[in-house]
């Protein structure tokens, strides 16, 4: 039996803020839809206003990075001051917080023989070794015992409701070697996560652990496509007891592509007998702007149809897929320079300067439709 999913349903139900319409069923309109949590992806720094308009827009939770590298720059050595903030500024709006852990401090790359110019560098160096693999493991625990459900940083005297963390996703889209490196390896990734999931629910037995956000259909030097590396994945002896549940970022130019990926995710995690895995879209978008051949550029009008479609879709499927929430990515547009993809500066809900697009108010329509 997988930890946790009994308390993760109740704690859905009652933190989230995003109720969809209960609509008349299934594709084939014999399934009836479910409540379906949404969440964001900040994309960039942000604070008080942002939360408030998040709620008012029906999200409940925030996806964030958590880095190692950051945190742990140094051996023992741990500055906890961004994290804190963030944490603290999601609870003060009563929104969960889900964070993905992701990012090789330089003194861990080196313990697997990577030799790296800057810290930078080093970031997508997944740990290889059983020895950084520990280091990793042991960084988790440290996370859980400050942000979990028995935290330390709730403990801390302050005005501050507690919203622990309970689920945890690890890594970032490790079916490409940009978060990676210098290969995409999935039974490298299953070792990784049979390593530090015992560490997570070692701190926190009901703890829910999602794989890190498996992304696209094509196979090339640089990358594994979803299905491929979760097939690989399943083909190491005890992986399937090592995570909860299965996240997506399923990118396509159209709302039928993107379902097409989660579908498939469901069908191999059955084929293999897992059908008690849980389904995250852990990132879902298309931009508002931008150069029309990167295929997910659409126009502003586009964006906020596509997310309205798509909600209401995986709304209408999410029991079949047993899938629990989705992330848009991402809440706020950006400058181009900040952004981590060609088209990512002009995915958010909301605009650089914080006016509403068309998005937003088709999620806050939709996230509030039965109030």
Known sequence: MRAGRARLGLALAAVLACVVPAGAGGQDGDEPARELPIGVVPQRAY????????????IGSVRTWFSWAQIESEPGRL???????TVATNAKAGLTTLPFVFGTPRWAAELDGWSCPTT???VSYAPRTEESRAAFAAFMRLLVRRYGPNGSFWRQPRELRAVPIETWQIWNEPNLSSFYAP??????????????????RAEDPKAQ???GGLTGTKTNAKRMSSARFLTEFYAVPGAAGAFDGIAVHPYNRQVRGALD?????????????????ELWVTELGWSSAGKRRWG???TRTEQARLLGLALERLEQEAERLNLRAVYWYAWRDTERGAAVCGWCPWSGLIDRVGREKP????????ANADD
């Open 47 to 58: 604070g008080d206003s942002d939360t408030k308009a998040m709620t008012a827009a029906g």
């Open 79 to 85: 500055d906890w001051s961004q994290v804190d903030a």
């Open 120 to 122: 930078e560098t080093c």
């Open 183 to 200: 290969q995409v390896d999935p039974a490298g990734y299953a070792a990784l996560m049979q390593a530090v999931t015992p560490a997570i």
């Open 209 to 211: 652990v999602l794989l």
């Open 261 to 277: 990926q989660v579908r498939t995710t469901r069908s191999i995690a059955d084929a293999h007998g897992d059908i008690d895995a």
């Open 296 to 298: 997910l550029t659409k």
């Open 359 to 366: 998005s937003y108010v088709t999620l806050q329509e939709f």
